[in-house]
């Protein structure tokens, strides 16, 4: 990882933090709040995606992929900006749900990683916690101002995580 990488991770970690800590102050405000980071943050990955596909990667092998997963990314930021009107419980069934998902990512990807010896033990960590997270969300979702909370300590956990991640040593693997 070059030390521009480092930095904007770094950044966004304490970006990441700082939003955290504010979700944590103001409570139930943040609700149209959380919707609106989620929503731009997903269309911000479609889009990165989406240039990354027509600047390189469509010369690539499996670049395809990439595209399909843009524009994929860019459809959920808008389904997800337009959840602002529908109650509130089957966002947070939604949000939960993203977040296992991506639980359930990251613990596909520490089985693999185990699988080829590699370092799997902070991947899986990451991913039973943010499983653990979405059903605490789950289980307090009748209470509004309980899964603010919950997605606040959630999104600082992730910070941290991606701060931890960023000054781990990375394996290189080689094919002799």
């Avoid at 990488?5 to 979700?23: C, F, P």
């Avoid at 240039?51 to 670049?63: I, L, P, Q, S």
Wanted: with cysteine; glycine share 10%.
């Amino acid at each position: 990882m070059t030390k521009w990488q480092k930095l904007r991770n770094i950044l966004l970690a304490a970006s990441m933090i700082l939003i955290g800590v504010a979700m944590l102050v103001f409570g139930e405000k943040t609700y149209m709040g959380i919707i609106g980071i989620f929503s731009l943050t997903l269309e911000i990955m479609g889009l990165r995606m989406l240039w990354f596909y027509f600047r390189m990667a469509r010369h690539m092998v499996g670049g395809r992929n990439i595209l399909f997963r843009g524009i994929l990314f860019f459809d959920f930021g808008i389904f997800t900006g337009s959840l602002v009107w529908v109650p509130r419980a089957y966002v947070l069934m939604y949000l939960a749900g993203t977040l296992a998902f991506s639980g359930v990512v990251d613990l596909l990807g520490a089985t693999e990683s185990r699988r080829i010896q590699s370092s799997w033990r902070f991947k899986t960590f990451q991913g039973v916690v943010k499983i653990l997270f979405s059903i605490i969300c789950l289980i307090f979702m009748r209470s509004g101002a309980r899964v603010v909370y919950i997605c606040a300590v959630g999104f600082i956990f992730s910070a941290v995580m991606n701060i931890a991640n960023t000054f781990r040593r990375q394996q290189v693997i080689t094919i002799d």
